[in-house]
């Protein structure tokens, strides 16, 4: 499975971002795919999880801001990133191949950057 992620960029406190991570491969066999981040100095932690029959599973930090999504087709995931602060300024990553939604699988993107000033 080849996973890319797109969408991040810079924005201010409070402001929006939308992530995608487009999947490739042997798509009928990802049931768990979800986002991760990684600060500087910081080990990489579950963002928002999201399996084929759609239960979810959100950072308690996250959760009412950001919205994980998936394509019927289960080709494309994305994260829906309202009320952004400082503290989500990060590189996220996509992940897929797990069973479980609170740990990773072993497919991995290059990720994207995220920053938000305040």
């Known amino acids: 499975v080849q996973l890319v992620e797109s969408g991040g960029g810079s924005v201010q406190s409070g402001g929006s971002l939308r992530l995608s991570c487009a999947a490739s491969g042997k798509i009928s066999e990802i049931y768990v795919m979800g986002w991760y981040r990684q600060a500087p100095g910081n080990e990489r932690e579950l963002v928002a999880a999201i399996s084929t029959d759609l239960r979810t599973n959100y950072a308690d930090s996250v959760k009412g801001r950001f919205t994980i999504t998936r394509h019927v087709t289960g080709k494309t995931m994305s994260l829906e990133m309202t009320n952004l602060k400082p503290e989500d300024t990060a590189r996220y990553y996509c992940?897929?191949?797990?069973?479980?939604?609170?740990?990773?699988?072993?497919?991995w993107g290059q990720g994207t950057q995220v920053t938000v000033s305040s």
């Open positions: 992940n897929a191949g797990s069973a479980a939604l609170m740990v990773p699988g072993p497919a």
